[in-house]
Antibody, heavy 123, light 107 residues
Framework: EVQLVESGGGFIKPGGSLRLSCAGS????????ISWVRQAPGKGLEWVGR??????????EYAAPVEGRFTISRDDSKNTVFLQMNSLKTGDTALYYC??????????????WGQGTLVSVSS | DIQMTQSPSSLSASVGDRVTITCRAS??????LNWYQQKPGKAPKVLIY???SLQSGVPSRFSGSGSGTEFTLTISSLHPEDFATYSC?????????FGQGTKVEIK
């Protein structure tokens, strides 16, 4: 069974840093494109960024609100994707999900999701 | 960025009702529209991808249609487990963007 598990969330002051992890199992992790999606309390879903499989170049893309502050990386030997979050703002407070992104949207949506990890940025 | 606007933001319905939710894109997105269901405290679950393709395991009472800028999600006969929040998401061009969600509540 495909499973994604996020970890690393917590309470942090504005300006601080946090690194989230997304560990996968049940599939060939290195083939996966992984996106991070966040959801502020009581709000809708917001795409944060993604990393392609290494076989597809391993490129990363980011949403404008996090560009330059957040960095996504992967360690396929550990079946893990990371979201390094720097210069955190109160507006980054959210539940952060990792999800599998299809490399062809004709055949799937964001199919597999973790349970989320909560990031709370407050002074 | 492509803005996705759902209507209504919430609705009240009864078991057995037919429910339709609309999602409009600020520019054409061809057929690249996906629908998700989210229950409280749970991760989203994909229902429909590419506008009208039913995700494996999703009941056939769910259907999607549309292309260009206007899309609909229809639940033909509401079941008790369908009370949830539904969100659309465009996968036409980055950044991927979501609608604000439609909460389906029990009347």
């Amino acid at each position: 069974e495909v499973q994604l598990v996020e970890s690393g969330g917590g309470f942090i002051k504005p300006g601080g840093s946090l690194r989230l992890s997304c560990a996968g199992s049940g599939f060939i992790f290195s083939n996966l494109w992984i996106s991070w999606v966040r959801q502020a309390p009581g709000k809708g879903l917001e795409w944060v960024g993604r990393i392609k499989a290494v076989s597809a170049g391993g490129a990363t893309e980011y949403a404008a609100p996090v560009e330059g502050r957040f960095t996504i990386s992967r360690d396929d030997s550990k079946n893990t994707v990371f979201l390094q979050m720097n210069s955190l703002k109160t507006g980054d407070t959210a539940l952060y999900y990792c999800t599998t992104e299809p490399n062809d949207w004709n055949y799937a949506g964001f199919e597999h999701w973790g349970q989320g990890t909560l990031v709370s940025v407050s002074s | 960025d492509i803005q996705m606007t759902q209507s209504p933001s919430s609705l009240s319905a009864s078991v057995g009702d037919r429910v339709t939710i609309t999602c409009r894109a600020s520019q054409t997105i061809s057929k690249y529209l996906n629908w998700y269901q989210q229950k409280p405290g749970k991760a989203p679950k994909v229902l429909i991808y590419a506008s009208s393709s039913l995700q494996s395991g999703v009941p056939s009472r769910f259907s999607g249609s549309g292309s260009g800028t206007e899309f609909t999600l229809t639940i033909s006969s509401l079941h008790p487990e369908d009370f949830a929040t539904y969100s659309c998401q465009q996968s036409y061009t980055m950044p991927w963007t979501f609608g604000q969600g439609t909460k389906v509540e029990i009347k």
